[in-house]
């Protein structure tokens, strides 16, 4: 027959048959259901102008740099700690950190450019933003188009991460001296404290990443 299969389908619901009605339902959204789900990922999809951006030169840096840093807020404990099994302080995994933070800072303020124009310049240097501390961001316009390219890039994995990071793990236990369970304290908590900043930008006028935030940080934030 050349009847649409969907039509038969539809034909079937009418009958007063509840195993009829139940197969039939559920061939309706085996089908229409797949289309569900691929315009669920393309609403997930962001399009970029093109591979080069600014701050990071490109997406392949952007999430290299976001893999990185996933790494280092799941392994703070080995970097952030002095002990005989981890060895000395690693300042340079927690200078990293801090790096790919204001770097992620700076490209939520960074205006989008168009393809073959130069990238602009900030108004507000990020060396200054650093000195000043996240005041001197708060009245700075966050681009949206960057705000939903870091939430396709899976940003909120890494700010997950530091915000299970446990800044007093050199307390509990440890036989290092009491300089450097402060050492190991506040290098845990400067990590921790700019990913948060991040997340401050990351969701600010943003309703999509408020929620995406709400929904996968909640139990981070209750814990």
Not at 179 to 195: G, N
């Amino acid at each position: 027959t050349s009847t649409d299969v969907n039509i038969i389908l539809l034909d079937c619901l009418m009958y007063e048959d509840d195993a009829l009605f139940a197969k039939a339902l559920s061939a309706l959204d085996r089908d229409f259901g797949q289309r569900r789900k691929l315009l669920a990922v393309t609403d997930a999809v962001t399009m970029v102008h093109q591979a080069t951006l600014p701050v990071f030169d490109d997406v392949a840096t952007l999430q290299s740099e976001l893999s990185y840093l996933i790494f280092l807020m799941r392994s703070t404990e080995v970097w952030g700690v002095k002990s005989v099994i981890s060895g000395e302080f690693d300042y340079a995994k927690r200078d990293q950190a801090l790096t790919t933070c204001r770097n992620l800072i700076e490209f939520l303020h960074t205006d989008s450019f168009e393809p073959g124009q130069p990238v602009p310049s900030l108004s507000l240097s990020l060396d200054a933003a650093v000195k000043l501390g996240i005041g001197a961001w708060s009245n700075e316009v966050v681009n949206s188009e960057h705000q939903s390219l870091l939430r396709a890039a899976n940003v909120i994995v890494a700010l997950s991460a530091s915000l299970s990071t446990n800044y007093n793990i050199s307390l509990m236990g440890s036989k290092c001296t009491n300089e450097e369970k402060v050492e190991s304290r506040s290098m845990l908590i400067q990590a921790q404290a700019k990913c948060i900043e991040v997340l401050v930008f990351f969701v600010k006028g943003n309703i999509t990443n408020s929620n995406l935030v709400f929904e996968s940080l909640l139990p981070e934030l209750r814990a």
